[in-house]
C-alpha cells in the first residue's frame, strides 16, 4: 500500500516534469525538469530495489550528462532562446515521426506482460545486485559489454576529432 | 496498522537517528565557523572573536541570529526560483550524504538501552555510490546560484566551479573505487570491517596513494584553499554566492562546512579505519606488555569518539591549508587534475586491480 503510494508519487512526477522540460520556454528551466526527472526516475529504481541502477542513473545522467546539457545551454543566449519561434516548416513531418513512435511505444506495452502490478517489489535478491550485475556484464554478456564501450570511444575520437584545430587554421 | 512494537522498532532504527544527526548536523554547521575563524586567528597570532560569550562561544548563535534577520534580497533582473533553490539543492545534496554514511558499530550505549542499535539512519548497500551521486548532483547548485544571480562575477564563479568540480570528480571516482576493490564491498560498514587487519592509508603500495588523490580531490571538490577559485574574492567579488544575502547566504556558508564533514568522514572511513582504534603494530610488537596496556586503553574508547576524532582532524587539516597555502592559478587549477591526478589514479587503480586478481591484496 505504501509502496503503490510512492510509486504514484514517482510516476506523476515524472509525467509532469516530462511535459515540463519540452514546454518551457527557458532552456535552463527545461534543464532543471530533467533533473527533477531523473531524481524520481532514480526513486522508482530504488522502490525497485535496484539501488545500484539508482545511484548509477544520478551519477551518469543527472552528474555527468544533464552538467554538460547546461554548460552548452548556458553558453547559448537564452534570452534570444526563449523568444525563439517554437518550430519550423517541417512541423508536420516532425509531429508525424513523434506520433509514430508514441504508437510503437504505446503498442510495446500494451503486447508486453509485467510479472507484477505496479508499485510491488519483484526484485529480491540477497546483495545489492551489484554482484549478479557484474558477473552477468563481465560474464555472460562481456562480448556485447565491449562492443558498447569501444562504440563511445569512437564517439569520443570523433568529438576530439571535430574540435581538433587545424594547422591551417 | 503498525502495532506497538513496530512503531517502537521505526523509533529506534529511524527516528532517534534521524534526530540525532539533525543536531550533530545543525551543531556542527554554527560550531564549524568558529573553528575556523579561531583556528585561523592563532595561526595568524590572533584571538579572534572573544567579545561574545568566553572566547566567542556564543559568536555563531550571534550570527544565525543575524543571518535570520537580515532582510533576504533577491536581484531584480534574477531568475526567481532558479535563485531561491539553488542554496537548497546544496543543502539537501549535503544532507543526504551524511543520511548514508555509518558513525559507529551498532550500539547499545553500555547496557543502557535493551538492544543494540544501529548508528546510521540508512546501511545501503551501495551507499559509497550514493555519496558519489549525491556529491555530484550538488554541483547544480553551484551553477544554479551563479547563472541565477545575472551577474557576470556570479556566473564566473558558478562555471569555475562546476569545471572544477567536474574535473576532480573523475580523480576522486577512481580513488574511491580503488578503495572498493580493496574492501570488495561498496557498503561503507563493511569497507571499515575490511580494515580491521590494516587501514587501507597503509596498505602498500597502492593505500597511500589513493589517500593522497581522495583528499586532493576532497579540498577541490569542496572548493576550499588552495582550491577556492571559485570564490576567489580577488578577482570574483565572492563568486557564485555574491548576490546572496541573509538566510540564503548562511545556507551556502552551512552546505561548504556539511561538505568538508561528508569529505572528513569519507577520507576516516575509507582509509583511517572510520571507528577502529588506533593501534600499536599489534601483529609485531603487540605481545611487549605495555604496549599491550596501551592498546587495550586505546580500544576502550568508544567507536564514535574515534571516527569523530578523525573527522575533526581532517576538519583542522583543511583549516591548516587555509592559514599556510596561496590559491592555484586556474590553469594550474586544470593541469593539476587533468595531467597528474587523472593518470596518476587511473595507475592507482590498474595496480590495485592486478593486486587483487593475484591475490596479494
Partial sequence: MVNQVIFFYFAVVILASAI????????????MFMLLLFFHIAGVFVLLNAEFLAAVQ?????????????????????????????????????????ALIAAEVILLIARGTFPSEAGQQPMRLAGSGVKELGELLYQKYLVPFEVASIILLVGLVGAVMLAKKRASD | MLDMNQLLHYVFTLGIPVAVLLAFILANAVYLQLMERKVL????????????????????IADSVKFLMKEDIIPAKADKWVFSLAPFILLVMAFGSMVIIPYGPPTDFFGLLPKKVPLWVSNLNVGILFVLAFSSVGTYGVIMAGWASNNKYSLMGGFRSAAQMISYEIPMAFSIITVVLMSGSLNLSDIVNA???????????????????????????????????????????????????????????????????????LASIMFLGGWLPVQILPHTLGHIAPIAFINKLLAAIPPTIWLLGKLYFFIFFYMWLRATLPRYRYDQLMSISWKILLPLSLGTLLVAAGMKQMGWL
Avoid: C
Wanted: proline share 6%.
Fill in chain 2, 195 to 265: 580494515q580491521t587487519d590494516r587501514w587501507f592509508v597503509v596498505a602498500l603500495p597502492v593505500g597511500p596513494v589513493a589517500f593522497f588523490l581522495y583528499l586532493m580531490s576532497g579540498i577541490a571538490e569542496t572548493n576550499r584553499v588552495p582550491f577556492d577559485l571559485p570564490e576567489a574574492e580577488s578577482e570574483l567579488v565572492a563568486g557564485y554566492f555574491t548576490e546572496y544575502s541573509g538566510i540564503r547566504f548562511g545556507m551556502f556558508y552551512m552546505a561548504e562546512y556539511m561538505n568538508m564533514i561528508v569529505v572528513s568522514l
Fill in chain 1, 58 to 98: 544520478l551519477i551518469v545522467y543527472a552528474g555527468a550528462i544533464l552538467i554538460l546539457y547546461l554548460f552548452v545551454v548556458m553558453l547559448l543566449n537564452v534570452d534570444r532562446e526563449s523568444t525563439a519561434a517554437r518550430a519550423n516548416r517541417f512541423w508536420p513531418w516532425m509531429a508525424g515521426f513523434g
Fill in chain 1, 20 to 31: 515540463l522540460t519540452i514546454t518551457q520556454k527557458n532552456p535552463i528551466h527545461s534543464v
Fill in chain 2, 41 to 60: 586567528a592563532h595561526m595568524q597570532g590572533r584571538l579572534g572573536p572573544m567579545r561574545t560569550g568566553w572566547h566567542g562561544l556564543l559568536q555563531p
